[in-house]
């Protein structure tokens, strides 16, 4: 851990909401902090670049991009990413904060591992590449220093599409390549290209290390070590620990091919081969082989109290190293004043590695249930010997309905075999509020949903007198109310006021109604004989058509006999007195303007009073008939 306390961020709260309260590390592409999310109230890891590469606009717009695709995955054994933010000069991500260690840390304690342990290990690993390879999603940067191990024994990965990132920018090549040498698959070597398959030769690599202790490719500079990942093969990790099965040897070797199209394809087959393996090693397995190794190159003595073992995993002697180094992680394992010595990092991985060493009269919780369907992680459980309850479900934001949130005792944890495991289901992502999409079109709605964490259910339509067509009404749960995103959202989308049917009816009442639900209308006449004169003779949309507030409409009315036709709204009769008649639509409750509209095309002029507002309130008159250019008064409120 970092331990440099004069930090200028430490203290500082960040775009107002994440205050940084200490520094975990610093690496060669950003450091990382604990903070605290003011708004959630959690605690959470700030990894904030530095100052060269947040200047670099190239860089900033590939991390901004790797960022969101990495934030897309949902999986336990994936280090959530939150959000990505920029305060000023600063750009940073916020992440899960998972306290533990690194798969590096375990190495350093250790040496290395029995080959179930570490294929027990690589299983997780392998889950979470494989949830990214299915998501398209490359890592780029496999490495034990990016597998994070929790207290409670869950392994995580982190980083995922920051290399990607960090790769674009000119400024950060060389470093690149030196921090991640020991594990680049030999296209990234030679083409600085990289797919799901790089990822699978970086695992490879990763399991050999796990195994032996030691990368397979070293040289004296990162190009020497570039060099041999393309010109020399990984040899079998039995070559450095003698009684290593065949089948491990080939997942090794099987995975680190030169042609990317000898190894598994992308990580889930890879898990798929590393399980199998895994299936089918006795548990006293890693027992076995170490006895082996210590016959056959003869038994060394335990360090004495109080002296911590050195491991050296720059060896390269296959015996006379690889002998010492496995003495003193017995040593280490088995020495109680060694453990006081290392602390209570080394206490938590030693403890780890006994189990895995004694496993033959316990079972253990595999961290693999965490999110696996609740009746797979029973079956699983039961094979092993173990009985199984479920608890009542709860909210978990990172496993989705119906999937394991967590176990008692939790996942990695040793149990004897016959004991209890309680399995608490998820009943989905805690609730969050559903944004309003009201008037929205569907498309938008949707992406205003989903931006939101939800997905869109059942989709249906509606008339509506006040929603536009083709845009939505409401949404079941409705807005404002709290869901579990793992339930979908239902939408009603309105098909716009339904067009009456105005055949046979008085020319000028038609048009007045149509008028007033806010339509743009178009009187045609046209003289047919046998129909009633100033009757509405047809429509254009007919009746039940779908329109909205604005839509053009068309009615054609019968010509009349008694007077000329002198305009588009005079089609009505002398009522005996030379002033013409005509409807009075009926407009309280519309907005002023569109009322002034309809009377003014009616034929009427237009009186507007009130104290505010602009919704009419009181009309007078507002039936019957009037005559045309007389006036109408509107009265106006709020």
Known sequence: MDTTVADPLVGRVLDGRYRIESRIARGGM??????????LDRIVAIKVMHAGLASDEDFVTRFIGEAKAAAALSHPNVVAVYDQRTDGEHVFLVMEYVKGNTLRDALTTLGRLGPRAALEIMQPVLAALGAAHRAGLVHRDVKPENVLITEDGQVKVADFGLARAETASKMTKTGMIIGTVGYLAPEQVLAGSADVRSDVYAAGIMLFELMTGELPHQGDTPLAVAYKHVNETVPPPSSLVPGLPRQVDDLVTDATSHDPSRRPQDANQFHAEVSEVFGGL????????EEASRNATGVLEAPAPGHTAVLDPRATDPYVPQRTRTDRAIGALTGRYVLIALGALAALILGWAVWYQTSGQYEHVPSSIIGMKVADARGQLESDGLDVRTAKAIYDDRVHKGGV????????ARVA??????????KGITPREVPDVGGKSLADAKKTLEDKGFTVGRTSSSPSQTVAKDRVISTDPDAGEKQSPDEPVSVVVSTGMSMPNLLGQNGDAAANQLRSMGLDVTVQKKKVDGKEPNTVISQDPSEGQGVSRGDDVTIVVNKRDCIVDAGPFQFGCDDGNGEQNVPVPNLTGR????????????????????????????QSPNSGEAPRGSTVTLVKGP
Do not use: M, Q
């Open 405 to 412: 949130a967590k176990s008692d005792p939790p996942a990695g």
């Open 30 to 39: 950003a450091t990382v902090y604990v903070a605290r999310d003011i708004r």
């Open 591 to 618: 907005r002023v303007n569109d009322a002034k509209k309809a009377l003014e095309d009616s034929g009427f002029k237009v009186n507007v009073t009130g104290l505010g507002g602009n919704v009419v309130r009181f």
């Open 282 to 289: 006795p548990r006293d397995f890693d027992r076995r082989v």
């Open 417 to 426: 075999k016959g004991e209890t495991v309680t399995l608490t289901p998820s």
